[in-house]
């Protein structure tokens, strides 16, 4: 009982430290609890979750869920596998799959879709390690891992591994910033020098060409002078 009145702390707590809309004192704790559809769809998914994997109780779990969809915006499956201070900012739209894995310390903007690609059996949805932060909209699809404290933009699709300390934004997602170093400029001067090096290569070229064209006039000449001597 101890540990479960942990994890609801958590969540509790992870609303009060990341959403600056709620006001301290007892308002503030009023509204947590009953104006935060986050927090309300988590803490249901939880004994939802209870029922569905050590009861095993068929169909009504599924059920329940699709009363906290209607009820928060938010479908969470009852398999998924949510952690402790887990914060879903506004909610609306949130999808989680079956298979996925939210670990704790984890922020999700509305719009976000932990998904499957519809081509994977098993484990097909992402796995999202500790502190990570999924900004409204993006969608993460497949058998994935997103990185411990990686951050990914909003409306980004991400299909494949992102490591930790990472930011990666776009569609499909690219890593922009990892561990503090900002890749996008690196990569820009990486395409500044090939561009650079390439131009170098023609202008050989181009060199090269002149060269034998110099060569041919040269011996043109050569065979009409000896001619006139002649």
Do not use: Y
Not at 193 to 215: F, G, P, S, V
């Amino acid at each position: 009982m101890g540990k479960i009145w942990q994890t609801v702390k958590s969540d509790f707590q992870a609303v009060k430290d990341r959403d600056p809309a709620i006001p301290d004192g007892l308002r503030g704790f009023f509204e947590v609890i009953l104006c935060t559809p986050g927090f309300q769809a988590i803490l249901a998914h939880r004994l939802i979750h209870f029922l569905h994997t050590r009861l095993r109780i068929p169909i009504l779990p599924r059920f329940l869920g699709l009363i906290v969809r209607w009820w928060t915006g938010i479908e969470i499956h009852p398999g998924a596998q949510i952690g402790k201070g887990v914060f879903i900012d506004h909610g609306m739209g949130v999808v989680i799959g079956e298979t996925a894995i939210v670990k704790d310390n984890v922020t999700l903007f509305h719009g976000v879709t932990l998904g499957g690609t519809g081509k994977e059996k098993g484990k097909r949805h992402p796995t999202v390690e500790e502190g990570a932060f999924i900004g409204a909209g993006a969608k993460i699809l497949g058998n994935i891992t997103i990185g411990k404290n990686s951050k990914i933009g909003a409306g980004s699709v991400v299909v494949k591994d992102v490591p930790p300390d990472s930011t990666v934004v776009g569609i499909p997602a690219f890593m922009v910033k990892h561990k503090g170093f900002k890749l996008r400029e690196a990569t820009a001067n990486v395409q500044l020098a090939n561009t650079i090096l390439r131009r170098i290569e023609e202008m050989e070229q181009e060199l090269k060409l002149l060269k034998e064209e110099l060569r041919n006039v040269q011996d043109q000449l050569s065979i009409q002078n000896k001619q006139e001597v002649a």
